[in-house]
């Protein structure tokens, strides 16, 4: 296995690889002292000269930072972090008087529900079978105040996270949020008013089942009662794991259509629920964001969802996560930068100790195979991408991190490490094209 990292020149190679052809871009290069703290960015070609002469080094790949090897000068401008918040993605923009020094549009994972739903249904399972197990907890432990749900706690981490990196690199002194309340009854129903909060959908019906066969005139949503089947039973249109009882989900089929749909014999045309996850994340979450940065040494301020739509406006921008951050940032004339980064969250490893709840083949892949990691960055014959599959037989799946595939069976000598692998895959893309 091969790495840029470990040649004596590798300042200047990865130099090359990673700043090729911008020189007609207005990209930065991100500085840190020699005591490790963020200064504001310098451009390639100073870097270039800061590597070649041996004040400085490479810190890391990407973002593409160098570190200085000896004290300097350390003055600081005034650098606005604009977050757009979100369930799903987070839109990040650093931002100074002048021009836009770092941009991000960042996809957060939405597998933790599953996950979760299916690490309790094995447990359970196991319980009742002569296999290993862990018994049962009794429920004598208080839930700490404050305490979120693991899907909802893992956004929140998330978006700390993902600052305090840009923090790392930049000498941010301040970070503007965007926060909004839903009234999610309200938006369901825009007249609801008074006692109508305490009077929901369901009131006055025994339970969920009765309530939407109800709400379908006891008449299968399928054939239209053309089966002359009698039973009725309520069908999920999303897995039960994920997208719960709620009323949105469940519609009424007869017994005939409903086997039909369990043998996949026929196929619903299930209009999607549009559900309120989001806007839940944003009242729950948001504050709580606000209050757990406090600690960091920069000032901390929140903004509106309506006001980062006007702005927007104001400047004939495109909806993005990218914009909207640039708004929230405070940006309005600034010079955009040439580039954004893109990451997408991953999944760090596997630990379930079974392929499934009734296999007994253990899941003990390797975590490494001919010294690489899935996940991990690499290069083949001049294109950069992610291994998302190995082979024993030495012989990887590699991709962009969109998925495309750049070769489904790339032979591992081929390859030359760039970036071990992380739960953040990040990539450059050079010349966005701004608003």
Same mark, same amino acid.
């Given at each position: 296995?091969?790495? *840029?990292?470990? %040649?004596? !020149?590798?300042?200047?190679?990865?130099?090359?690889?990673? @700043?090729?052809?911008?020189?007609?871009?207005?990209?930065? /290069?991100?500085?840190?002292?020699?005591?490790?703290?963020?200064?504001?960015?310098?451009?390639?070609?100073?870097? &270039?000269?800061?590597?070649?002469?041996?004040?400085?080094?490479?810190?890391?790949?990407?973002?593409?930072?160098?570190? #200085?090897?000896?004290?300097?000068?350390?003055?600081?401008?005034?650098?606005?972090?604009?977050? !757009?918040?979100?369930?799903?993605?987070?839109?990040?923009?650093?931002?100074?008087?002048?021009?836009?020094?770092?941009?991000?549009?960042?996809?957060? &994972?939405?597998?933790?529900?599953?996950?979760?739903?299916?690490?309790?249904?094995?447990?359970?399972?196991? &319980?009742?079978?002569?296999?290993?197990?862990?018994?049962?907890?009794?429920?004598?432990?208080?839930?700490?105040?404050? +305490?979120?749900?693991?899907?909802?706690?893992?956004? @929140?981490?998330?978006? /700390?996270?993902?600052?305090?990196?840009?923090?790392?690199?930049?000498? /941010?002194?301040?970070?503007?949020?965007?926060?909004?309340?839903?009234?999610?009854?309200?938006?369901?129903?825009?007249?609801?008013?008074?006692?109508?909060?305490?009077?929901?959908?369901?009131?006055?019906? +025994?339970?969920?089942?009765?309530?939407? #066969?109800?709400?379908?005139?006891?008449?299968?949503?399928?054939?239209?009662?053309?089966?002359?089947?009698?039973? #009725?039973?309520?069908?999920?249109?999303?897995?039960?794991?994920?997208?719960?009882?709620?009323?949105?989900?469940?519609?009424?089929?007869?017994?005939?259509?409903?086997?039909?749909?369990?043998?996949?014999?026929?196929?619903?045309?299930?209009?999607? %629920?549009?559900?309120?996850?989001?806007?839940?994340?944003?009242?729950?979450?948001? +504050?709580?964001?606000?209050?757990?940065?406090?600690?960091?040494?920069?000032?901390?301020?929140?903004?509106?969802?309506?006001?980062?739509? @006007?702005?927007?406006?104001?400047?004939?921008?495109?909806?993005?996560?990218?914009?909207?951050?640039? /708004?929230?940032?405070?940006?309005?004339?600034?010079?955009?930068?040439? !580039?954004?980064?893109?990451?997408?969250?991953?999944?760090?490893?596997?630990?379930?100790?079974?392929?499934?709840?009734?296999?007994?083949?253990?899941?003990?892949?390797?975590?490494?195979?001919?010294?690489?990691?899935?996940?991990?960055?690499?290069?083949?014959?001049?294109?950069?991408?992610?291994?998302?599959?190995?082979?024993?037989?030495?012989?990887?799946?590699? &991709?962009?991190?969109?998925?495309?595939?750049? *070769?489904?069976?790339?032979?591992?000598?081929?390859?030359? #490490?760039?970036?071990?692998?992380?739960? @953040?895959?990040?990539?450059?893309?050079?010349?966005?094209?701004?608003?």
């Amino acid at each position: 296995m091969t790495s *840029h990292y470990n %040649s004596p !020149d590798a300042a200047q190679v990865i130099m090359t690889a990673t @700043l090729k052809g911008e020189q007609n871009l207005r990209v930065s /290069v991100y500085v840190l002292n020699k005591r490790g703290e963020p200064l504001m960015p310098c451009s390639p070609r100073t870097a &270039r000269l800061l590597l070649k002469s041996g004040d400085a080094k490479v810190f890391q790949r990407t973002p593409f930072t160098i570190k #200085l090897q000896r004290a300097t000068g350390e003055a600081l401008q005034k650098v606005n972090l604009g977050v !757009d918040s979100g369930y799903l993605n987070i839109g990040l923009s650093a931002t100074t008087d002048r021009r836009e020094l770092f941009a991000a549009d960042v996809n957060l &994972r939405d597998d933790m529900v599953k996950l979760n739903s299916e690490r309790r249904t094995y447990r359970r399972s196991r &319980r009742h079978r002569k296999i290993w197990h862990r018994e049962p907890r009794f429920l004598n432990r208080r839930k700490p105040s404050g +305490w979120f749900a693991p899907s909802i706690q893992h956004k @929140l981490d998330s978006h /700390v996270k993902l600052i305090e990196r840009v923090h790392a690199i930049l000498p /941010v002194s301040n970070v503007t949020i965007e926060v909004a309340a839903f009234d999610i009854q309200k938006i369901i129903d825009p007249a609801i008013s008074g006692i109508g909060y305490q009077n929901g959908e369901q009131k006055g019906f +025994w339970n969920v089942r009765e309530y939407v #066969l109800y709400r379908d005139g006891h008449r299968c949503t399928h054939c239209n009662g053309m089966s002359k089947d009698p039973i #009725l039973e309520v069908h999920h249109k999303e897995s039960r794991q994920t997208g719960g009882d709620r009323p949105e989900n469940l519609r009424t089929l007869c017994k005939t259509c409903h086997a039909k749909v369990t043998t996949g014999d026929i196929k619903l045309k299930n209009k999607a %629920s549009r559900g309120f996850k989001a806007e839940t994340f944003m009242t729950m979450v948001c +504050w709580k964001l606000i209050e757990r940065l406090q600690t960091m040494k920069c000032m901390i301020g929140h903004t509106y969802g309506y006001l980062t739509k @006007l702005g927007r406006k104001q400047l004939n921008m495109p909806k993005s996560h990218i914009n909207d951050a640039f /708004v929230i940032s405070g940006g309005t004339i600034q010079e955009r930068s040439a !580039d954004m980064f893109g990451m997408q969250q991953v999944r760090k490893c596997n630990r379930k100790l079974f392929k499934g709840d009734h296999s007994h083949i253990r899941n003990t892949a390797p975590r490494e195979l001919f010294g690489y990691r899935r996940y991990d960055k690499v290069d083949f014959n001049g294109a950069a991408g992610f291994i998302f599959g190995r082979r024993s037989s030495g012989y990887f799946d590699i &991709r962009s991190l969109d998925g495309t595939k750049i *070769h489904a069976s790339a032979k591992h000598t081929d390859l030359v #490490l760039l970036e071990r692998a992380s739960s @953040l895959l990040i990539v450059r893309r050079i010349a966005r094209i701004a608003a």
